[in-house]
């Protein structure tokens, strides 16, 4: 059994080393710890994503991009969370987009969670699931 906040340190340090900024791997650790306080695979979610970005064959996106042309390759479900948060001020109010594929999406929701204090609401739904 880990702690919270060793949850947090190693998803950093392992995002870390995979290569992203420092700015993504303190959020790819955020979303893991607020996965794993919520029951979720939190670690599991982050491990998936940082493996997904390594092999090189995903589709880097800013987040207005995503709105106007979807890519071939697929996206991830942490950057995707990021550039959203990133651009939450530009949104309308209410917002529904549609992606052709999405590698973790369950980090997308850890990315979200950020905002469950804020009054904002979210329902993220994928093959068997939704939150």
């Known amino acids: 059994?880990?702690?919270l906040g060793e949850i947090e340190a190693q998803c950093k340090k392992a995002s870390r080393?995979?290569?992203?900024s420092?700015?993504?791997?303190?959020e790819a650790a955020i979303s893991a710890r607020l996965l794993t306080e919520a029951g979720l695979p939190g670690a599991q979610a982050t491990l998936f994503n940082i493996r997904a970005l390594s092999s090189n064959n995903m589709t880097l996106l800013e987040f207005k991009v995503l709105q106007s042309?979807?890519?071939?390759?697929?996206?991830?479900g942490l950057l995707?969370?990021?550039?959203?948060l990133d651009s939450l001020g530009l949104l309308p109010?209410?917002?529904?987009?549609k992606?052709?594929?999405l590698i973790g999406p369950l980090a997308f929701?850890?990315?979200?969670?950020?905002?469950?204090?804020?009054?904002?609401?979210?329902r993220v739904i994928w093959d068997g699931c939704q939150i």
């Open 1 to 3: 059994m880990y702690s």
């Open 17 to 20: 080393g995979a290569g992203l």
């Open 22 to 26: 420092w700015g993504m791997a303190d």
């Open 69 to 76: 042309k979807i890519g071939s390759k697929p996206y991830s």
């Open 80 to 84: 995707l969370g990021v550039s959203f």
């Open 93 to 97: 109010d209410m917002i529904k987009f």
């Open 99 to 101: 992606t052709c594929s």
């Open 109 to 122: 929701v850890g990315i979200l969670l950020q905002l469950r204090d804020d009054f904002f609401s979210f």
